[in-house]
Every structure is written in C-alpha cells, then in structure tokens.
T-cell receptor, first 116, second 114 residues
C-alpha cells in the first residue's frame, strides 16, 4: 500500500517550453502533497506544499508563476514548469500524506527534467 | 526551527562490518525523526521512524536507529553491511507546526565495498 507514482520519469524539453509532471497517489487519498527539487549530490529542497482544492503554499525563493502546482483531486497533483530554462534542469520528487495526523509521507520515484 | 545535521558526506565500510550513519537534530518539543534511503535516480524509500517509546527503532532491510535525547542524536545503524546497502541516506525531522513538513539533512553517501 501507500504507493505514489510520477509521470514522466524522464523528460527532455527545449528552452522556453513548458512541461507538466504528474504525481498520483495510487491506493490512498492524499490530502497533502509536497514537491521537492534535488540537485545532483544535494539534499531535497521543498518547493511547495499543496492541499487538495487549495492554492499551493510556496517556500521562500520559489517562483510561483514559474512552478505552477495544481492539486485538483485527492489523488493527483501536477507541477508545471513554465518557460523552462536549462537552470531548471533537476530531479523533481513529490510526496503525499493522507491526513495531517499521519506522520509518514510517501515519496514518488522522481522525474528527471532536462532542459536543452 | 527544526533542523537535522548529517556531519559526514560519505561513509565507507567493508561488507560484513557494522555501519553507522550519523544524524543530530535540533527541535523544539518532541521530535519526529525519520531515515530515508535513495538509490540513483529514484525517489526516497522509508526506512524507519521515531515518534515515541523505545529508543531503539528497528526498520526495513535490517536497519535500526537509536534515539538519544541527551546527545540529540538519531544515528542509523546496521550490524552487517551489504554491498547493496550502498546508497544515499537522508535523516529528516518533521516540523511541529503548519503543514508539518519534513526537513531533510544534507544526506550521507554510504559505500560498502566487497
């Protein structure tokens, strides 16, 4: 149980285009989803937290107009990188939690974004 | 603010030997502590957590961690390392307010040699 999937696993896009990454909870309802970014050989940096049906809460320094997060249902959150640039190339990981009382977060397998 | 520190960028150990990956924490209130493992180009896999109770927590794949309140530490241990344990290990603490998000350490790369 408690499986989180991400799609795509890898994506290459051209500079200036937008790319959407999906995060799904497969066997539970995710009231809260988190989006992380990880640079090579570095830790996970939280980008934003989203609750179903609400606007995402972004961490300081994260451009909300560039990284659009939608959490429209209890099983799906999307991250759209708009007007991507090479510096946006990174490993993006989502995680989900089924209730605020739940301690655990369940992580997706990650999406490798390369912007050329 | 809650934080965790992983003082070692890398730990090297021979297969069959015991391993320890260090983590210290700084929290206000009772800590909720976690260990995760990450294999190349993969997401994080949960290993174990400490919420309350016994200071020695047993987790997946033979790993365990010892919560030490006086030393504010939560070191990850395994009695006998396997080559397949080679990966990136993250210690994390959960914040007690707001979204109760996880705050991660910088990670420690474990290399187990045959």
């Amino acid at each position: 149980g408690a499986v989180v999937s991400q799609h795509p696993s890898r994506v290459i896009c051209k500079s200036g285009t937008s790319v959407k990454i999906e995060c799904r909870s497969l066997d539970f309802q995710a009231t809260t989803m988190f989006w992380y970014r990880q640079f090579p050989k570095q830790s996970l940096m939280l980008m934003a937290t989203s609750n179903e049906g609400s606007k995402a809460t972004y961490e300081q320094g994260v451009e909300k107009d560039k990284f659009l997060i939608n959490h429209a249902s209890l099983t799906l959150s999307t991250l759209t990188v708009t007007s991507a640039h090479p510096e946006d190339s990174s490993f993006y990981i989502c995680s989900a939690r089924d209730s605020p009382q739940r301690v655990e977060q369940y992580f997706g397998p990650g999406t490798r974004l390369t912007v050329t | 603010a809650q934080s965790v520190a992983q003082p070692e960028d890398q730990v090297n150990v021979a297969e069959g030997n015991p391993l320890t990956v260090k983590c210290t924490y700084s929290v206000s209130g009772n800590p909720y502590l976690f260990w995760y493992v990450q294999y190349p180009n993969r997401g994080l896999q949960f290993l174990l957590k400490y919420i309350t109770g016994d200071n020695l927590v047993k987790g997946s794949y033979g790993f365990e961690a010892e919560f030490n309140k006086s030393q504010t530490s939560f070191h990850l241990k395994k009695p006998s390392a396997l080559v397949s344990d080679s990966a990136l290990y993250f210690c994390a603490v959960r914040e007690n307010t707001g979204f109760q998000k996880l705050v991660f350490g910088t990670g420690t790369r474990l290399l187990v040699s045959p």
